[in-house]
Nanobody
Framework: QVQLVESGGGSVQAGGSLRLACAAS????????MAWFRQASGNEREGVAA?????????????YYTDSVKGRFTISRDNAKNTVYLQMNSLKPEDTAMYYC??????????????????WGQGTQVTVSS
């Protein structure tokens, strides 16, 4: 059974940094994506960043970001620990949301559709104050 457990959320002031971690069990990276999504109150769930874990579309380890976080956020993974990280720098109040880790276990050219991810963590809250 696949389980994803996030950690590392919290409250910071604008300009600060946080690092989120997603520990995966019952699952090893084989194809598709590991991704971070976020959902702010009243908004739809939004893809933040993804890392390609295998398939035919691009190179393993390729990373993708939504435009609003490019240059500020970095997604990475530690295969030995079966953990994916999201380093968030220069945080802004608009980054405030619940952040979710998700696993997409089928190869695809698209990483941004939440409905394509069958496995989700419980979420970790990130709050950025101005």
């Amino acid at each position: 059974q696949v389980q994803l457990v996030e950690s590392g959320g919290g409250s910071v002031q604008a300009g600060g940094s946080l690092r989120l971690a997603c520990a995966a069990s019952g699952y090893t990276y084989s194809r598709g994506y590991m991704a971070w999504f976020r959902q702010a109150s009243g908004n739809e769930r939004e893809g933040v960043a993804a890392i390609y874990t295998g398939g035919i579309y691009t190179g393993v380890g390729s990373t993708y970001y939504t435009d609003s976080v490019k240059g500020r956020f970095t997604i990475s993974r530690d295969n030995a620990k079966n953990t994916v990280y999201l380093q968030m720098n220069s945080l802004k109040p608009e980054d405030t949301a619940m952040y979710y880790c998700a696993a997409h276990l089928r190869d695809s050219s698209i990483w941004t559709r939440a409905r394509d991810y069958p496995y989700w963590g419980q979420g970790t809250q990130v709050t950025v104050s101005s």
